[in-house]
């Protein structure tokens, strides 16, 4: 279905593109036929999700498909499930749930498409279970020249020219939209289960001298640094056998909807108004700080509520360095003198296979840095940056970066080999863009 262009716009504000056509197709066949009409007309072709992306990675000025009709379960077997990619990440939890399975992990946004979150990379945190592109077993991809495949972990077949299945399968998964547009995803799941979520404040210093050991301690590590303090929030999630305590919902609203949105937006607001505050403020939110636990669906506990509007870099460097980058961002914060209101959120993963994962072949720290969204501070994120880079950081493709191909090719082992696919696949660059020619050249 064709409908009128209109300007898209991401979740944050940050970037936006009229489209020369906008179709909002309901089937992988009326995707093959929109990239067969766009390659008529000389179109490029991109697939936008939910606009949760901080870069240009879904922007385009040719035919922007939209995925609102590709959505819903369509089809279950023994341990997986198949659904279209326009499926937010919140829906396909409920009809999981309903169904008595789960993801073994995710991000704590679920606002996301299953294909948008899939081909940026989105991780999540665990120590020994990795993120949403490693729980993919197969994904359906219509083709520039609109030939729709199916490609799964275990297949041997040669798609074309020397391409085998597997490659084509651990390239796309990640694939950034470059390769195909994704029309459906088989995720691995697995009966549904408890976590026992444990948050409480800890000192940075404390975590510093104990990453290894709480790491290990624990299946999901997160924490929350607070700038100009020595003060985490650590989420510490773990497999219970039950029964379930989930908070009240009064306790919810309190914790997860007033204080870290309706409150936390307002000290942000005043941060912006006189940053020589913020400091104070960081202060008085760490004191604020304290322990609670729960035990529920694992869905639920992952999940976060974000509300406040903010702008977001985030880079894996081998977590092996991950102590090193977080004090060097605590010194860098203090020298430069800049005042950060949102916390700085760290997580891993173990080594992904897929290609351009952030996580591909290595064991993996995830360092985010936000600011509220009316103050932009690019000279922050430039000097974090310059860290992560020098410890073979990856910067998530969804999030705000500066690196380019050239540096791109020396941190991904199979960079190249990605290119040669796209090369063969794309050769036309049908679903390129501004933001493509700049990661992948």
């Known amino acids: 279905m064709s409908r009128p262009p209109a300007a898209f716009r991401n979740w944050a504000g940050n970037q936006s593109a009229v489209p020369a056509e906008v179709h909002t197709p309901s089937s992988a066949e009326e995707v093959a036929l929109a990239v067969r009409r766009a390659a008529e007309t000389g179109r490029r072709v991109r697939m936008v999700g939910t606009g949760h992306s901080f870069t240009g990675v879904a922007l385009t000025d040719g035919l922007l ?54 081909q940026t990379g989105t991780h999540g945190t665990g120590g020994r279970i990795a993120g949403l592109a490693d729980q993919v077993i197969a994904l359906d991809l219509v083709l520039a020249d609109g030939e729709s495949v199916t490609v799964s ?6 798609i074309r020219d020397g391409i085998t299945e597997r490659d084509l399968f651990d390239a796309a998964r990640v694939g950034l939209g470059a390769l ?43 924490f929350f ?10 989420k510490r999630n773990n497999r219970h056998p039950g029964p379930a305590r989930p908070q009240s919902a009064l306790r919810h609203w309190l914790d997860d909807v ?52 903010f702008l977001e870099m985030e880079y894996a460097v081998p977590r092996e360095h991950l102590a ?31 290609w351009l994962s952030t996580a591909y072949g290595r064991d993996s720290a995830y360092v985010a840095c936000h600011v509220y969204r009316p103050t932009p501070n690019p000279n ?4 974090v940056e310059e860290i992560m880079v020098r410890l073979g950081g990856r910067p998530h493709w969804g999030k705000l970066h500066t690196r380019d191909a050239a540096y791109l090719s020396t941190v991904y082992p199979r960079f190249a080999d990605f290119l040669r696919l ?16 700049t990661v992948l050249g």
């Open 380 to 383: 922050y994120f430039e000097g």
């Open 258 to 309: 007033f204080l870290e949105n309706t409150v936390f937006g307002a000290l942000c607001g005043v941060g912006a108004r006189l940053p020589a505050a913020i400091p104070g403020i960081n202060a008085l939110s760490a004191s604020a700080l304290s322990a609670s636990e729960r035990v529920d669906t694992s869905y639920k506990v992952f999940a976060t509520v974000r509300r406040v509007r």
């Open 153 to 158: 972990r275990d297949g041997t077949a040669e």
């Open 65 to 118: 498909l939209r995925p609102e009709r590709l959505t819903g379960v369509l089809e279950t077997g023994d341990g997986w499930v198949r659904a279209a990619a326009g499926t937010p990440l919140s829906a396909l939890n409920e009809e999981l749930a309903r169904r008595g399975l789960a993801l073994a992990n995710m991000g704590d946004i679920t606002a996301q498409t299953l294909a948008g979150a899939v």
């Open 225 to 234: 640094w607070l700038p100009h303090t020595d003060t985490c929030l650590t």
């Open 180 to 222: 195909g547009v994704v029309t459906a995803l088989t995720f691995a799941v697995e009966p549904s289960f408890l976590l026992h979520s444990v948050r409480r404040p800890m000192r940075l210093s404390e975590i510093l001298d104990t990453l290894d050991t709480i790491t290990a301690d624990n299946e999901h590590l997160d």
């Open 324 to 354: 090193q980058a977080l004090r060097e961002t605590r010194d860098l914060i203090e020298r430069r003198g800049w005042r950060i209101t949102f916390p700085i959120e760290v997580r891993v993963t173990p080594p992904s296979d897929a």
């Open 422 to 437: 796209r090369d063969l696949l794309d050769p036309g660059r049908m679903f390129a863009n501004d933001y493509l020619d």
